[in-house]
């Protein structure tokens, strides 16, 4: 008999945890970023000090990426210009990457900051050829992350010589 939860327990799970940080009052994606207790390095692309980008656990699509905004913001509208600024160059050095990376045909970019307690992160949705158009690509069902960690370090490679280029 297979003890293993399957992805949608291990979802459930995680869920309920960060339901039990947020009736805390605490932010579960700064709770994250300090300890590494709940997402742990989920496919780790790139981090630095402004950013984590990380392949999502549970994703929509193959390539479904999340860019975490380090310092905490609830919503994007709290970002100065620097900030924005910052945030969507790195988003678009991402989407390049994942065109070049994965053959995506067009990138989605979303961000949806919803719940009690939240924190500014920008989802990255790849489009394939034969890929239906359009804004269900956002609420298409969920599924398990699978070569995880080989996908991360695909992307990463090819980010690396981007972010080389980058002035300091």
């Known amino acids: 008999m297979n003890t293993t939860p399957s992805w949608e327990e291990d979802r459930h799970r995680l869920n309920q945890e960060i339901e039990a940080l947020r009736e805390r009052g605490i932010c579960y994606s700064c709770h994250d970023l300090a300890t590494g207790s709940i997402f742990g390095q989920q496919a780790l692309i790139h981090e630095d000090d402004q ?3 990380v392949l999502d656990q549970y994703p929509r699509m193959l390539g479904h990426t999340i860019v975490i905004y380090k310092p905490h913001r609830e919503d994007i509208s709290e970002l100065s210009d620097e900030e924005v600024k910052s945030l969507f160059q790195r988003c678009l050095q991402v989407i390049k990457v994942l065109k070049i990376a994965l053959h995506a045909e067009k990138v989605y970019l979303n961000t949806m900051c919803d719940g009690s307690i939240n ?3 920008i989802q990255l949705f790849p489009r394939y050829a034969g890929d239906p158009i359009g804004s269900k690509r956002f609420v298409l069902p969920r599924g398990s ?3 995880g960690e080989e996908l991360a370090r695909q992307i990463r490679y090819a980010l690396l010589p981007i972010l080389e280029r980058q002035e300091p």
Do not use: D, P, R, S
Request: proline content about 0%; aromatic content about 12%.
């Open 119 to 121: 924190h500014v992160h």
């Open 51 to 53: 950013f984590k980008v």
């Open 145 to 147: 992350l699978e070569n």
